[in-house]
């Protein structure tokens, strides 16, 4: 997991905005940008890239594609438009630090200062963003997304579509449910259910 991104030649991106931004920033350098994709009209560029408004059908990716979509709701619907269609890329930056016994899955990103620790599992189309915290034993559902330096200490499942805000905190041994929403600089101390909003030290009525 010490290269910056497992692909070939480069990939294709999908999404001209602020996550896609950070992707392209992380990865031009090193790999070529074939093409960037976006549904919005009015996104003419992005870093200098031209943008291509849709998708042809039979269009053929012979590089990986990322979805570089921050909202984890919009990233599982691209995954499943494109699914069988394009073969997806994963990004780790190679100031990461993560375990050779854990496991990334394919369309997730690793940012700069990552740690992740032994024995953790982390879904496809994760988004462990800046100087995040990733004890042992962790699992990561598919479309999580971790914000800057959130902190997730050992034996920990977040189930899909989770969203945990920066700085948050999430002591050892707990379960975060599907679709939940953890407010940035929460202490996650019991656990939460599916959809359920966590803020501060505690559940959200």
Same mark, same amino acid.
């Given at each position: 997991?010490?290269?910056?991104?497992?692909?070939?030649?480069?990939?294709?991106?999908?999404?001209?905005?602020?996550?896609?931004?950070?992707?392209?920033?992380?990865?031009?350098?090193?790999?070529?940008?074939?093409?960037?994709?976006?549904?919005?009209?009015?996104?003419?560029?992005?870093?200098?890239?031209?943008?291509?408004?849709?998708?042809?059908?039979?269009?053929?990716?012979? *590089?990986?594609?990322?979805? $570089?979509?921050?909202?984890?709701?919009?990233?599982?619907?691209?995954? *499943?438009?494109?699914?069988?269609?394009?073969?997806?890329?994963?990004?780790?930056?190679?100031?990461?630090?993560?375990?050779?016994?854990?496991?990334?899955?394919?369309?997730?990103?690793?940012?700069?200062?990552?740690?992740?620790?032994?024995?953790?599992?982390?879904?496809? *189309?994760?988004?462990?963003?800046? $100087? $995040?915290?990733?004890?042992?034993?962790?699992?990561?559902?598919?479309?999580?997304?971790?914000?800057?330096?959130?902190?997730?200490?050992?034996?920990?499942?977040?189930?899909?579509?989770?969203?945990?805000?920066?700085?948050?905190?999430?002591?050892?041994?707990?379960?975060?449910?599907?679709?939940?929403?953890?407010?940035?600089?929460?202490?996650?101390?019991?656990?939460?259910?599916?959809?359920?909003?966590?803020?501060?030290?505690?559940?959200?009525?």
């Amino acid at each position: 997991m010490g290269s910056l991104s497992l692909t070939i030649d480069g990939m294709y991106i999908y999404g001209a905005s602020g996550q896609a931004r950070v992707i392209i920033d992380m990865i031009d350098a090193t790999e070529t940008i074939h093409g960037v994709f976006d549904d919005n009209p009015e996104l003419k560029e992005v870093l200098g890239y031209p943008v291509q408004h849709g998708i042809d059908p039979y269009f053929k990716f012979d *590089q990986p594609f990322f979805i $570089a979509v921050g909202e984890n709701k919009a990233r599982k619907d691209i995954s *499943q438009r494109l699914e069988g269609k394009a073969r997806f890329g994963t990004i780790v930056h190679p100031s990461a630090i993560i375990s050779k016994r854990s496991e990334v899955g394919e369309g997730s990103v690793i940012m700069e200062g990552v740690i992740v620790k032994v024995n953790c599992t982390i879904g496809k *189309q994760v988004i462990i963003n800046t $100087a $995040a915290s990733v004890d042992h034993d962790c699992s990561l559902g598919d479309f999580v997304h971790l914000a800057p330096q959130a902190t997730l200490c050992g034996d920990i499942v977040v189930g899909e579509g989770t969203i945990i805000g920066a700085n948050a905190l999430i002591l050892p041994g707990v379960k975060i449910g599907s679709w939940c929403k953890i407010g940035a600089g929460s202490v996650v101390t019991k656990e939460v259910p599916d959809g359920a909003t966590w803020v501060g030290s505690g559940l959200k009525e």
